[in-house]
């Protein structure tokens, strides 16, 4: 009889733990531990020492543009134009190169620093119209960055035809998409300073404490003195800008400006954000676990890979693992 009351009573606590553990991000680390044992005991090619350098850096181009999308969705928004942004930023880094690298020779360096500048500003534009448009005439973000999207799309397309833009230094490409540094890829420590940055300025910072207040409540962050719009408006300005430098860098891995690359971005973006436990309705996310979910679906994309699943497939598995990640988040939110 003892027995039973004292499981009858350890029971609720139990649960209150495994609740605790799925909430703080134990979900990101079971299911990135499962996908690497399953892939690693599958596929052996799966821990090639090639194979790994491609999914760190394959990695390295979601978890970025993830952390973006994380920024937006805390505070209580999403982005759909984030794979468009990428891709202008390809077509603008190689244009600059093609066109002004030859006027001055010798200064490859300055002329791929004239191109990041170029990117970032692209990206802030981008940011400060759909910020503006979200959060001063309070148009749906959906709305917002659709429209956005279509409208960068469009003017890839037309100004390109389609056709890949080349001219891309070599230095480029091998100092930075396919340099290393202690055998890790130049990309992907970069992508990890982004993430340090973000963490830090999450947990300690006012303005990271302002996203989660402006997530939470717009209207009591408005009443405690937060500067709503300016808050909405920056993060949308600040996760186009790296979404901008993710095209930046994804040039260095293509080696031209692709008019039609990041397609699936903005759902791989809010796949790896509510993975990683952000809430659809904000307030709620930490970049850590962004990127290990990041880490998760790359891991996932590979593993499709080496097995040879095709891609249509792989856009399905996608979407499942999206529903399921969707699903998890309303089963806590019951919960809690």
Do not use: W
Request: glycine share 10%.
């Amino acid at each position: 009889m003892t027995d039973a009351i004292s499981r009858q009573t350890n029971l609720p606590h139990a649960l209150h733990k495994v609740n605790r553990f799925v909430a703080n991000g134990g979900i990101v680390l079971v299911l990135l531990a499962l996908s690497l044992i399953v892939t690693s005991l599958l596929e052996p090619r799966f821990l090639n020492r090639l194979n790994l350098i491609n999914v760190m850096r394959n990695f390295s181009f979601l978890a970025l543009p993830a952390l973006a999308q994380m920024l937006v969705m805390t505070t209580g928004g999403f982005d759909l134009s984030v794979g468009a942004v990428v891709a202008g930023a390809t077509l603008v880094t190689a244009t600059i190169m093609l066109v002004v690298g030859p006027m001055f020779p010798g200064m490859e360096i300055y002329v791929t620093l004239m191109a990041l500048l170029a990117v970032i500003a692209l990206g802030g534009i981008v940011g400060l119209v759909n910020g503006s448009l979200v959060a001063t005439f309070d148009i749906s973000p959906f709305m917002v960055t659709l429209a956005t999207t279509s409208v960068i799309m469009g003017a890839a397309l037309y100004f390109t035809q389609g056709i890949p833009v080349y001219g891309v230094f070599d230095g480029f490409i091998k100092g930075v998409g396919r340099g290393q540094f202690l055998g890790i890829p130049i990309v992907m420590l970069i992508v990890l300073a982004v993430a340090l940055l973000c963490v830090i300025v999450q947990r300690f910072t006012v303005y990271g404490r302002h996203i989660y207040a402006v997530g939470s409540d717009p209207r009591s962050a408005r009443l405690s003195g937060v500067k709503v719009k300016r808050v909405v408006i920056s993060t949308y300005a600040l996760a186009s800008v790296l979404a901008a430098v993710t095209g930046f860098l994804m040039t260095s891995r293509l080696g031209s400006g692709q008019a039609m690359i990041g397609g699936t971005l903005a759902m791989e973006t809010i796949a790896a954000a509510v993975i990683g436990g952000v809430s659809l309705r904000g307030g709620v996310g930490r970049a850590e676990l962004v990127v290990l979910a990041a880490l998760f679906l790359t891991v996932i994309s590979n593993a499709m890979n080496l097995v040879q699943i095709d891609s249509k497939f792989q856009t399905l598995m996608l979407g499942a693992v999206l529903i399921f990640a969707l699903g998890m988040e309303r089963l806590l939110q019951v919960r809690n």
